[in-house]
């Protein structure tokens, strides 16, 4: 073929996008928006799995999505965190590729995301209990390794999530490849102290007056082992956030909520309730989530991988390390996210990604629990 024979091909089709190209652009919608991302990140490989549905786990209906390139891979099932800070949504961003190495499957959470939407909020939340959560993170795992039919499946959980995923790892370990812990939750009143403290040192720095006495109108904080009233919580959080200690140099983690508007999984009405579900979670766990004590766990029985952000003073990264430092564990791997805090799977995404097919995919590919090299 001659080597300019393909030009009036290109030339016919530079001229179709040129064309396109003129007209109104899109998105003019959230419609047109999500279908734009839908067909970006569509599964069309022969042995892959792109579904989005309902379970019945603990006597009500609760959501998830399982996206895979290949069944033959391990199954990842992630933990979102909060408690209602729900992952699914904001996953086409932070979790693009993951699909290629894993079969992966995110959750709705009991009072969280499409799951809240399913039931009525007022049967269910009487049921939004620690004890409750852990039961049905159980019921999850259970019901993954069966439809997938794998012995074993690597979780990760992140921050709220995480305290959800060490507990499993500590009861479960023969469900496990690994345990990946993401913002890590082992001592709940030392994270709130130290980012209390931080916090104000933040604002002592930055002469914010007002900052100074919100935090001192709360103090002493976090004291002892009685739970943090949630208006306290938030009012530390508030400026914790804006001295950049949940996402490093930025004043909270709403651009990463705001991706919540463009997920392919979500209607317009999950979309609508979604900080309303939040709210209900937050109201009814997060004081009793502030309590939770696991350094009680000096060894486990499966590997143990954790993601921590350097800047993390939502859930103390430090703490977490000094957790780390002394567990006991058939292998352990610490990764340190050097731009980011608490949001580091969307503040790093490429780290995040990198980090799971290096420390976490050989463990199954030596279980033999994954597709042959070469078939992606």
Known sequence: MHQWSWLPLA?????????????TPEPHNRAEAVKIIADLRKIVAPKGLERTEKLRIGGIDQWVSVRSRDLRNPVLLMIHGGPGWVAMPTSWYFAQGWDEYFTVVQWDQRGAGKTYVSNDPATVAPTLTVDRMHADTEEIVQWARKTFGKE??????????????????????????????????IDAH???????????EQARAAKNEQAIRDLNSIAPYAVGKTPVPVKAILLQRKWLNVFGGAAY?????????AAVKLSPEYTDEDVRQVWKAQDLSVERLLAAVLTVDLTHVKRLKTPLILFLGRHDYNLSATVAAEWFAGVKAPSKQLVWFEQSAHEMLAEEPGKALLSLVRYARPIAERAGDAAPDGAR
């Open 152 to 185: 074993k499946i690597f979780v990760l959980g992140h921050s709220w999530g995480s305290i959800l995923g060490l507990t499993l790892a500590e009861n479960h370990p023969e469900w496990l490849h690994a345990y990946i812990g993401a913002a890590q939750g």
């Open 190 to 200: 030392e994270s709130e102290r130290r980012g209390w403290a931080w916090t104000l």
């Open 249 to 257: 140099k930025r004043p909270d983690a709403s651009f990463e909520g």
């Open 11 to 23: 030339a016919l089709l530079l001229g179709s996008v040129q064309a396109q190209a003129q007209e």
